[in-house]
């Protein structure tokens, strides 16, 4: 199992849940962006599962302009300088839909074709509900999921008028963080199933 995470906290509760492996990334709400290194260089000192970067310089489309790519070689270098075990790309997918579970039929025709050369990953959506019918359903041996939960900030000043940033979908005083009950959940069903 692979948890996407986006700080600190969130890898060390995917580790004491029973994650795999961290997909350490930024920008969860733009689908992951390159993590800082000093999020990596601290993850590293925390945790003892295997932390593979996401390198992806924004959010959008994966249509990169030359120095993008140019960002890109660069932040894989440092990735390596600074410990991280692996670096993200292959399939992850949900299967061209909404979420995981409504993308099934294309996660079991593009890891059938794979023929196990890729790994491809069924990630989006996936939750203690549905997981069991998305890795029989799919054949998958690997899934990927951020298994997150609310939890408010210890913030005691709060301006309701004055926002980070253009949304207002979520409140600045509500973090999501990896749930540790959510990933133990998940690694027990997957346990099941794909042992």
């Not at 079991?108 to 997981?131: E, H």
């Amino acid at each position: 199992m692979e948890v996407c995470v986006d700080s600190v906290e969130s890898a060390i509760n995917a580790e004491r849940g029973g994650a795999g492996r961290i997909e350490l990334c930024s920008s969860l709400l733009e689908g992951g962006t390159t993590p800082s290194m000093g999020v990596l260089q601290v993850v590293k000192q925390c945790v003892q599962i295997p932390v593979f970067v996401m390198i992806r310089p924004r959010g959008g489309d994966f249509l990169y302009s030359d120095r993008e790519v140019e960002v890109m070689k660069a932040d894989i270098h440092l990735a390596k300088l600074y410990g991280a075990d692996g670096l993200v790309f292959g399939v992850l997918t949900s299967g061209c839909d909404g979420s995981a579970l409504e993308g099934l039929p294309l996660i079991k025709r593009l890891i059938d074709q794979a023929k196990g050369r890729i790994v491809v990953m069924p990630g989006g959506g996936i939750t203690d509900r549905n997981l069991q019918r998305i890795l029989e359903g799919s054949g998958a041996t690997e899934f990927h999921c951020s298994a997150r939960s609310a939890r408010d900030s210890g913030m005691k000043f709060r301006n309701s008028s004055v926002v980070m940033g253009a949304s207002l979908s979520s409140s600045e005083y509500s973090i999501k963080v990896t749930d540790v009950t959510q990933v133990r959940t998940l690694t027990a069903i997957a346990k099941n199933i794909l042992v």
